[in-house]
Every structure is written in structure tokens, then in C-alpha cells.
């Protein structure tokens, strides 16, 4: 819910304790900001939870001393609770009164508070929270600082002028930069005995920060009316004198508030030029984006969405910073993050629990070397990876940067183990190649490339050479209210009994979408059968044809980058099932009863010993709950010899991948020589912030899974695999013109759009996310990035109901 109105500077006013001057300063700063208005304009005054007598309020202080003022000055209080004590506690003591159902509903009326001050004009807009940074909200576990954080308005810090104020003041400040809040003055009633200025004045300005000792009010004596005067007498004084080094006035405090948000304004209207003139993005032709209208400028993320400007002209033209009539528009509007930032966000941008795990890392450790070494974030979150994730088969953790990264080690990892079983250890210029899916995406680095057949991403790479075969898996697609099951082109496939032929090969209808993840019953059924025989005999041809093989890539469930295509995971069973039967055919000795035995035998293989060839499951995007599973061999109902995981391990905060190795892969690099070992690294390897953010993004996941927070969703599916989309509206979809079929599990949905250039060239999804994007669903706009003909959105796993609810009825409109 992001503010920023090109003529109206809003401030939301904390202090770093309770009783150091907030109110009678955010007045000060009301009047000196009224004497500076010129004609058309209004300041507006705003305390969202009051408690106390409404007399001896905050908003009736403010509303008394602006008088000189009154015909530009507008007050208001959302909240007023009878009770003097902590906000939760007086709404509860007063029933009677409004109680705003959560948090978000206050800051929500805040909102519209300020968007209604915008129509008037120029001016300001001021929001005084109540009492410290960390007073609580009217939501525990909340405080100030968090309950309104989806706003981020620049803040102006009310220093503490006591005993101990120091502290209180530089805590604050810290909690404030912590939760992503821009402080933009710092203010301080001046204390000629503690003098807290004397330190505060070059902590803040040293740090770009303005500080202002503003002189103390007289105190009271008298009667009412002559308290009143000299009170009176002191605004008038300090609202428009300059600062002065012995406490003074904050005239020039409001000017720097001005100048401040003039600044920021045309330093976001200038971003666009200013990073296409000099950024290289990825995945993007700058042929064809070099417009600013084109250039989305994140000013800040919280939750699921983005605080994002775009220049006006590419947008509706409801969204233009002014109208016709002179009324302001933000510049900054919410867009849920649809791509999850290319699908690495899981926990909300800016997460509270993730962002404090890695300031205390930072504190703590930096960044530290890690061979040979430990330290308890590495070293207990490769215990956590071992006993959930890789539970049963993992025996070691091996850290790298990211997922591509990781997917060179495991590539490593495996090739060796497989040289060393069947004879190609050391041999420089091997030609030994993989075997995955075609449509598979591992990372651009080159390795990760070459386990991956020729497509958009790399045929323009020189380095590329593609090592291996990928076959074409059959996908699950819901197609007109029907789970559906269907190959695809090139692999020849021979007809399936009781499939409708196609003209790439079959398609084979279920009665639903759990009847096709219910592995239990399918690997007893004919289709089963089918697959292995398939996989075995291209096997046999594709090594009679002279090929080796070392290891089979896997991205379990779902081909992300590839196109979102959701594979059949009766084949994906079946194929690490047949290579890992299939030692006969790696080790040059085909046999086929050798092979049949083996196939067999595979319940009771001890998973802890790779057989064939290393079994990768590449699970970056897809592990750890993205889709509704903490892992894909619940899914499989098969581990791998090798995983990695990545993105979501970390909520999507900062760059880490885990790959996770059974003791036999880790065993094939033990000896006596230095040469024999995994000579691979990275300098931040096991860097202890991400560790840490991991260790509580992990925490975050079981702690929502302990408490059922995802139970309304999985009933909605009634079975094993659900997702926060509805059931209901996935049939909708799959149902709608132009739409060849969809899919949804876990947080993702995926439409696939009909196109005649059904490919990563296509345009149609592109199209249609512009459309999506151009209006406005409940406050927010809907960003997401295409993949060819295939529009995907994902949420996070805190996403709320009513933001799913409402972008559902936004696709469906758009698709009608």
C-alpha cells in the first residue's frame, strides 16, 4: 500500500519512548508547515490509535494549539480507546468501541486517510503513531513499527531528551532501518542538563540524517488560559526559527522534509533513463525494451507485493500522477509479485523474522571461511536438510551460491561417483553426457547448460554443447475440466491402450487431478508397464549407438523455466526406476534379465547406495512447500542420490544452495590424495547470514505446517496435492476461450494460452499480462513474467485468502 504524492510530503511521526515531546513537536512542525503553505494546500494530521480520555487526546492537543491555523488544518483520529494504557489493552476494555479486525485493516483506513488529504492540493500530511517505535499494535504480536510497515512512510524520529535517552533514541532508530522505513529528520527537545544532543546531532548527521534541538516549552504555572498563552507564545517562536545549536526551532526541519521528498520524487521519475543507459538485464532484449514506460522501478517490497513507479505512459490512464482536475495520483502502486522474483520469494518480501535472522548473522559473523572450518548456522542447518528433507538417504551437505551453482556440484558430484564405477576416472575431454527431460532448466552457467538440451536459453551460447538425452515427459494438464495426461513431440511413442491419439502422440483422460498423483495405484497399472518399456528401449538404443552415460537430472513435478509444464510423475517414477535397474547397459554389458531382476529388487534397495546412475533431483524451485510437498520423493515415493535446493531455502532473501549427497556419492571422493577430493568452492560458501535465514525460513515452514495454517486450501482439494488456488476456479480456467488447458498445485498456477507459436517466442501470455496488469484488483495490480504462451503466477505460502480470491475473479474476467 505505497504513498507518494508528487506535491503532498506525508511523514509518519515516531517517538523513542513515551513522554519525549512527540505531540508537541508534531504540532510545531504542523504550524511551521502551515506558515510556509502559500496559497491552495491543507496539512492534515492523523492518529490512527489514540487511548485516554478523548479531551486530553493527542488529535484535540493538535487541534487547540494549530488554531492560528484552523482554516488549513485538518485533524483526525481513526481509533480513540477511553482506557490511558497500551493500545491492545484499552480496545479490549472497550467493546463498545470500533476495533479494526487486524492490523492490515489499519493501515488500510490510513491509507485512505491520506489518498482523501491528496485530492485537496498541495500541503502535508502527518501521522503520529503512539507511544515508542515499539509500543504495541493493536494486533499483538505487533508493534508501531510493523503494524504500518506496508506503508513505509519517511519517518521523523522524536529523540528522548532524558536519562538513557540516548539509547532509546540510536534503538529506535536501528529498529526503524531495520524494517525498511526511510528516516528523514531526527527532532529532540532540548535538555540543558543531559545535553543528549551533544551525541545525537553527529550520529545522525554523519549519516545523511537532519537533527534538530528544538528549545523546551515553558513549563506550567498559572491558570489554564495564561498556560495556554505562553504555550501559544513558544509555537509561534520555535515554528519558524532556525535551528540553533542551544535548542532553537524547526522552521528548518520542514524545509528539509520538502526538499527531502522533492528529491526522492525526481530521483524515482529518473530511474528509468538513468538504468537503460546503464544496466544489462538479464532474459531481455534491449532491442525491444528501451522505453522508460517500460522500466517497473521497485521503490520497496513488502508481503506479496511491490511499492513499483511506471511511467506514465504505459499504464491506464487512471494511474497518471495528476488528472485533469488537478487531483494527485500516487506514484508508487502495489503489484503482487506473480513471478515470486523469478521464484525465490516464498516467506513475503521484507519478512520480519527473515530480516532480524540475518542482521543478527551480520552482527555476529559477517562472512567467514568455511573449509575445514564450522559455525552453528552452517553446521545445524545441514543437520535440519539432513533430517526433512533428505531424511533417510542424505548423508552430507554441500554448500554453493545458487542454484546453478549447486547443480555443478551435484553434476560433479555424480559424474565422478559414475567414472569411478565404471572406468572413466580423470579422462580429460570425455565426451560422457546425462540424461533428463527435455524442456528441463538447470541454471546458466555452463555446466548446468550443457545437462540441458539446445532451446532459447543456450543455442546462442558458443560454449554450448549439450551432453546427454532428455526425454520428452508426458505432462498433466487440466483441459477442459478433464485431467489430462499427454506426450509430446520428438520421442516416438507407440499407442497407449484406451489413449486418444494426437498428433504428437496420445493423451490419456482421469477422473481427477489426484487420481493422477495417486503413484500407489498407477505403478501397478498398465501405463506403468508402458512407461519403463519406453525408457528401457530407448536406453538400449542410445547406448548401442555408442552414448555413456553419468547421471540422471531431474527437475521433480514441475518444468519451471521450461515452460511450467507439470510432468507425469508416474513417468518420472518409472525413469529412476529403469536407469537405476539399467547398470547393465552403463557398464557396457547390456542383459536383460540382469535388468529385470534389478527392476525387481528396487523396494528393497538401500537407499543410501546410488545404483546405475546417480539419481539428481534438481529441486531449486520446486522443494521445500512451493508445491505443497517438502520434498518430491513424497510425491515420487522415491529419494534421489543427489538434491539441491536453493531460492525458497532462504524465503527468498539472500543467494544460498544446499546439494545433498547419500554417503555412497560422498564416499567416491575419499582417499589419501588432495586430487581425489570435490576441488570446487565458493568464496561466500556457507555464508552464516544465509545460513541463518534459512535455518528460519525452515523454522517459518514447520511452524505454519504444526499449526495447520494451510487447512482451508487442502480441504477445498481433498487430496494429497492442493494448492492455494481453488479447485473450482482451475476448472473455470481450463475451460475459458483461448485456453488450452491449466494446472495449479501448491502456490503456482499456470495457464497455458492456445498459439500457433506455442514457445518461448511466443508473445500471447505477454499480452495478456499486460492486460491483467492494467487493472486494478483490490487496491494491487497483478505483475508476473510469461513464459512464451504460458502465463504462471505464484503466491507466497502466507499469501492471504482474499488476495488469492481476488486475483482469481481478475483472471477470470480478463479470460472472458
Not at 182 to 210: M, Q
Not at 382 to 400: C, H, Q
Not at 615 to 636: Q, T
Request: hydrophobic fraction near 40%.
Amino acid at each position: 500500500m505505497p504513498l507518494l504524492f508528487p506535491k503532498l510530503p506525508v511523514h509518519q511521526v515516531f517517538g523513542a519512548n513515551t513522554d519525549v515531546g512527540k505531540t508537541l513537536l508534531t504540532t510545531a512542525l504542523i504550524r511551521s508547515a502551515a506558515s510556509r503553505m502559500q496559497g491552495d494546500g491543507k496539512i492534515f494530521y492523523l492518529k490512527p490509535v489514540s487511548t485516554g480520555p478523548e479531551s486530553d487526546s493527542d488529535e484535540a492537543f493538535v487541534r487547540r494549539h494549530t488554531s492560528p491555523y484552523s482554516h488549513i488544518v485538518n485533524t483526525r483520529c481513526l481509533y480513540q480507546y477511553r482506557e490511558p494504557m497500551s493500545p491492545h489493552l484499552a480496545a479490549q476494555l472497550a467493546p463498545d468501541l470500533p476495533f479494526p479486525k487486524s492490523n492490515d485493516v489499519l493501515a488500510r483506513g490510513v491509507q485512505d486517510y491520506i489518498r482523501a488529504a491528496s485530492l485537496s492540493g498541495p500541503g502535508h500530511v502527518f501521522v503520529e503513531t503512539a507511544g515508542g517505535v515499539h509500543s504495541p499494535a493493536l494486533h499483538p504480536p505487533h508493534t508501531q513499527a510493523s503494524s504500518l510497515r506496508a506503508l513505509r512512510l519517511p519517518a521523523i524520529l522524536i529523540a528522548s531528551p532524558h536519562l538513557g535517552g540516548i539509547s532509546t533514541t540510536l534503538s529506535s532508530y536501528e529498529s526503524l532501518l531495520l524494517r525498511g522505513y526511510d528516516v528523514a529528520a531526527v527532532l529532540c527537545l532540548h535538555d540543558a542538563y543531559y545535553r543528549n544532543d551533544d551525541f545525537l546531532r553527529p550520529y545522525f548527521t554523519e549519516r545523511g540524517i537532519g537533527f534538530w534541538d528544538v528549545a523546551r516549552p515553558p513549563e506550567k504555572r498559572g491558570t489554564v488560559d495564561e498556560d495556554a498563552a505562553r504555550l501559544g507564545e513558544w509555537y509561534a517562536s520555535v515554528e519558524a526559527e532556525v535551528d540553533g545549536e542551544e535548542g532553537g526551532g524547526v522552521g528548518g526541519a520542514v524545509k528539509h522534509l520538502e526538499e527531502s521528498h522533492d528529491a526522492r520524487v525526481k530521483r524515482i521519475e529518473g530511474m528509468p533513463r538513468r538504468t537503460l543507459d546503464t544496466v544489462w538485464w538479464p532474459f531481455t532484449q534491449h532491442g525491444l525494451v528501451n522505453r522508460e514506460d517500460q522500466v517497473m522501478v521497485i521503490d520497496s517490497a513488502h508481503g506479496d507485493h511491490f511499492d513499483a513507479y511506471y511511467a506514465q505512459a504505459s499504464m491506464a490512464p487512471d494511474s497518471s500522477a495528476e488528472t485533469e482536475g488537478g487531483e494527485q495520483e500516487s506514484l508508487l502502486e502495489p503489484y503482487f509479485d506473480g513471478a515470486a522474483s523469478w521464484f525465490t520469494q516464498s516467506h513475503g518480501h521484507a519478512s520480519e523474522p527473515l530480516t532480524l535472522a540475518a542482521a543478527a548473522a551480520a552482527g555476529r559473523y559477517g562472512h567467514v571461511l568455511f573449509p575445514s572450518g564450522t559455525h552453528a548456522p552452517a553446521l545445524e542447518l545441514a543437520e535440519k536438510l539432513r533430517s526433512t528433507v533428505g531424511k533417510g538417504w542424505a548423508d552430507r551437505v554441500f554448500y554453493s551460491d545458487n542454484g546453478s551453482t549447486g547443480i555443478e556440484v551435484a553434476l560433479k558430484m555424480a559424474l565422478r561417483a559414475s567414472g569411478r564405477r565404471y572406468g572413466w576416472e580423470g579422462e580429460i575431454g570425455g565426451d560422457v553426457g546425462v540424461l533428463g527431460l527435455r524442456g528441463g532448466y538447470h541454471g546458466d552457467t555452463i555446466g548446468a547448460m550443457d545437462a540441458t538440451p539446445a532451446s532459447t536459453f543456450n543455442t546462442a551460447v558458443d560454449w554450448y554443447k549439450g551432453r546427454g538425452h532428455w526425454f520428452s515427459p508426458p505432462a498433466v494438464l487440466v483441459q477442459n475440466g478433464v485431467a489430462t495426461v499427454s506426450t509430446t513431440a520428438p520421442d516416438s511413442w507407440a499407442p497407449l491402450p484406451s489413449s486418444t491419439p494426437t498428433k504428437d502422440g496420445w493423451e490419456f483422460s482421469f477422473g481427477s487431478l489426484g487420481a493422477v498423483y495417486d503413484l500407489t495405484a498407477r505403478r501397478a497399472s498398465p501405463m506403468a508397464t508402458y512407461y519403463c518399456q519406453h525408457i528401457r528401449s530407448t536406453l538400449e538404443r542410445l547406448v548401442s549407438e555408442g552414448h555413456q552415460f553419468g547421471a540422471l537430472v531431474l527437475e521433480p513435478t514441475c518444468l519451471g523455466a521450461g515452460g511450467m509444464v507439470f510432468v507425469d510423475p508416474l513417468f518420472q517414477a518409472c525413469l529412476v526406476d529403469v536407469v537405476r535397474a539399467s547398470a547393465d547397459l552403463f557398464s557396457g554389458e547390456p542383459d536383460g534379465k540382469a535388468y529385470d531382476a534389478a527392476l525387481a529388487d528396487l523396494g528393497e534397495r538401500d537407499s543410501a547406495a546410488w545404483q546405475g546412475v546417480p539419481v539428481i533431483y534438481d529441486e531449486v524451485f520446486s522443494g521445500l512447500h512451493r508445491f505443497g510437498y517438502h520434498s518430491a520423493a513424497s510425491v515420487l515415493g522415491t529419494t534421489p542420490d543427489i538434491s539441491v535446493y536453493a531460492k525458497i531455502l532462504t524465503g527468498g532473501l539472500l543467494p544460498l544452495s544446499a546439494t545433498l549427497a547419500s554417503r555412497s556419492i560422498f564416499d567416491a571422493f575419499l582417499s589419501e590424495r588432495k586430487v581425489d577430493a570435490l576441488l570446487h568452492g565458493h568464496s561466500y560458501t556457507a555464508n552464516p547470514i544465509g545460513c541463518a535465514v534459512a535455518l528460519k525460513a525452515l523454522e517459518m515452514i514447520a511452524d505454519a505446517e504444526d499449526a495447520n495454517t494451510w487447512a482451508a486450501p487442502k480441504a477445498d482439494w481433498a487430496t494429497e496435492r492442493w494448492s492455494f488456488w481453488r479447485k473450482a476456479f482451475l476448472d473455470d480456467v481450463s475451460r475459458a476461450n483461448g485456453v488450452r488447458g491449466a494446472m495449479a498445485m501448491g502456490t503456482v498456477l499456470a495457464i497455458e494460452l492456445q498459439d500457433a507459436e506455442a514457445d518461448y517466442a511466443s508473445h500471447v501470455a505477454q499480452a495478456f499480462l499486460d492486460r491483467l496488469r492494467a487493472q486494478r484488483v483490490d487496491g494491487f495490480r497483478i505483475h508476473s513474467r510469461p513464459l512464451g504462451n504460458v502465463v504462471y503466477i505464484m503466491t507466497s505460502l502466507f499469501t492471504p485468502e482474499g488476495t488469492v480470491r481476488a486475483m482469481e475473479a481478475a483472471i477470470l474476467r480478463e479470460l472472458k
